[in-house]
T-cell receptor
Framework: DGGITQSPKYLFRKEGQNVTLSCEQNLNHDAMYWYRQDPGQGLRLIYYSQIVNDFQKGDIAEGYSVSREKKESFPLTVTSAQKNPTAFYLC????????????FGQGTRLTVV | AQSVAQPEDQVNVAEGNPLTVKCTYSVSGNPYLFWYVQYPNRGLQFLLKYITGDNLVKGSYGFEAEFNKSQTSFHLKKPSALVSDSALYFCAVRDRVTGRRALTFGSGTRLQVQP
């Protein structure tokens, strides 16, 4: 089946630890995105990537880092610098950055304990 | 800058009645506009989009939306609501020419359809 796979579905992190969220797509899409969802705030853009080895900051990039070494993969690292990391994280992709209809993964719920 | 406003946190409607979920947008140029739906603890599912052409756009599951340039609105509508339509709905926008190349989402509207 084609699609976007995010793993794990649930993730628990201790304060002060870095953690990496996985996002893989087999849709042959060039563009990939990371959004954060908090109750009542909708989705906020963290980072996006138009092509391999390229990425741009979104509205709330502080405390996060990404890489795009392969077309299929766009992992997000939540660093200890992110002060309030507990949230639902959504990865998405689109064929190109110009074709803006995005397809979403099922999300990862990160909880800091 | 591009932005989206969904003025209603929640919309309640009886099954069988028409529903409307409101969305207004702000962009520098002309917009691409989208509606997505989210069920609990799931990702977003695409419903419909406006790119160009007819102002009335038809999408999945009987939903439609009307683009109104003068009012900068893109309200989501359905003639007859189903209980299964109960979910969280997001409007999104992207400026075609200027601005960043990613969607900006509204804060979401929870639709509750009562049987």
């Amino acid at each position: 089946d084609g699609g976007i796979t995010q793993s794990p579905k649930y993730l628990f992190r201790k304060e002060g630890q870095n953690v990496t969220l996985s996002c893989e797509q087999n849709l042959n899409h060039d563009a990939m995105y990371w959004y954060r969802q908090d109750p009542g705030q909708g989705l906020r853009l963290i980072y996006y990537s138009q092509i391999v080895n390229d990425f741009q900051k979104g509205d709330i990039a502080e405390g996060y880092s990404v890489s795009r070494e392969k077309k299929e993969s766009f992992p997000l690292t939540v660093t200890s610098a992110q002060k309030n990391p507990t949230a639902f994280y959504l990865c998405a992709s689109s064929l190109t950055v110009e074709v803006t209809e995005a397809f979403f993964g099922q999300g990862t719920r990160l909880t800091v304990v | 800058a591009q932005s989206v406003a969904q003025p209603e946190d929640q919309v309640n409607v009886a099954e069988g009645n028409p529903l409307t979920v409101k969305c207004t947008y702000s962009v520098s140029g002309n917009p691409y506009l989208f509606w997505y739906v989210q069920y609990p603890n799931r990702g977003l599912q695409f419903l419909l989009k406006y790119i160009t052409g007819d102002n009335l756009v038809k999408g999945s599951y009987g939903f439609e939306a009307e683009f109104n340039k003068s009012q900068t609105s893109f309200h989501l509508k359905k003639p007859s609501a189903l209980v299964s339509d109960s979910a969280l709905y997001f409007c999104a926008v992207r400026d075609r020419v200027t601005g960043r190349r990613a969607l900006t989402f509204g804060s979401g509207t929870r639709l509750q359809v009562q049987p």
